[in-house]
Every structure is written in C-alpha cells, then in structure tokens.
C-alpha cells in the first residue's frame, strides 16, 4: 500500500497519489486544503490515486466544497472506473464540481 501524497506536476496539475483510508483521511483532507490558493481554480488528477472507495470520495467531496468556500474551483481529471462509478451510484458527481 502506496502513502498518500499530492504534488503539483510540472504542468500545473496537482496529483494525489498514493491511497486515501480511515487512517490517514483526516490528514488528507488537511493535505487538501492547500491543494489551491484562493481565487485560483485547479485541475486535479487522479490517474495515481490508488483508493476508490466512500473513504476517498468522501474527501474528494470535501476538498471541492472547502475550495468552493475559498473561490476555487477543482477540476477532477481521470477517476478510475471504479471511483467513477462510486460517484455515479451515490449521485456524488454535482459534489465534485461544487462551484
């Protein structure tokens, strides 16, 4: 099992990695209100994100909707089929771009 950790690639984006769990979730969500400054919307992706359950879209839902509060808009880029489907079955996809 891979460590959680998000780092902004040379592109721009910011790429969590690693896998999301009830242990390390409330440092995650930390880690994720950093992910953008005020006023500066972010693409986010998810292509090394490991973890695909109500654990990690819990705070995927979070850290759109504590960005949202501060101006920022996140954009989430390549879910795993997996965590795509999670989010469609819980009617979770709205969460994802709060704005």
């Not at 984006?13 to 690693?18: A, I, Y």
């Not at 089929?81 to 996809?93: G, I, P, T, V, W």
Request: a negative charge; hydrophobic letters at 50%.
């Amino acid at each position: 099992m891979a460590a959680f950790a998000i780092e902004r690639g040379p592109d721009g984006r910011l790429r969590p990695s690693g896998r999301i769990d009830y242990a390390n979730a409330p440092q995650a969500l930390a880690d994720g209100e950093r992910l953008a400054p005020s006023g500066a919307d972010a693409t986010v992706d998810l292509a090394a994100l490991e973890s695909s359950d109500t654990v990690t879209l819990g705070v995927l839902i979070a850290w759109a909707a504590r960005a949202a509060h501060r101006g920022v808009r996140l954009r989430y880029v390549n879910f795993s089929e997996d965590l795509a489907a999670l989010a469609q079955l819980c009617d979770a996809e709205p969460l994802l771009r709060a704005a």
